[in-house]
């Protein structure tokens, strides 16, 4: 049965049919995975920006050989799709309305800003030109 409506409980099917929850310990190990899997979307989203800052940073103090320029190029883009479908998957699991996991994704995604993306504050790695989110 599918929950249009936000829920308490330890049965949750989340992102696949074959993940499912049917005891305490299924769930709390389930929680424990989208508060890691959350941080790490954190993570992740650092490394990107401090990538595309340095990447973007030495093309102007020392110009790269467009060899090594496309390459920088490409792997800020996988490393955008990799972010963007980590990001997905944690809208999915959200849609599971289950309280619990709620409450696991958006303290996993504080937590890694606060570990990951909040160290160099002071510092900002990227100016930001566009104040759209998606851009």
């Given at each position: 049965m599918m929950h249009l409506t936000l829920y308490w409980g330890k049965n949750v099917t989340l992102l696949v049919d074959s993940w499912?929850?049917?005891?305490?310990?299924?769930?709390?190990?389930t929680l424990l995975a989208c508060f890691l899997f959350s941080s790490y979307y954190q993570y992740m989203e650092d490394r990107r920006l401090r990538f595309r800052s340095l990447s973007s940073s030495?093309?102007?103090?020392?110009?790269?050989?467009?060899?090594?320029?496309?390459?920088?190029?490409?792997a800020t883009a996988v490393l955008f799709g990799v972010n963007s479908a980590i990001g997905y998957l944690l809208m999915l699991a959200?849609?599971?309305f289950?309280?619990?996991v709620f409450l696991a994704v958006v303290s996993g995604l504080a937590v890694g800003y606060l570990f990951f993306r909040l160290i160099d504050d002071e510092e900002p790695w990227v100016v930001i030109d566009n104040a759209c989110a998606c851009a």
């Open positions: 499912k929850t049917d005891s305490w310990l299924s769930y709390l190990l030495s093309t102007t103090a020392v110009p790269l050989l467009p060899k090594y320029q496309r390459s920088a190029k490409f959200l849609m599971s289950n309280g619990g």
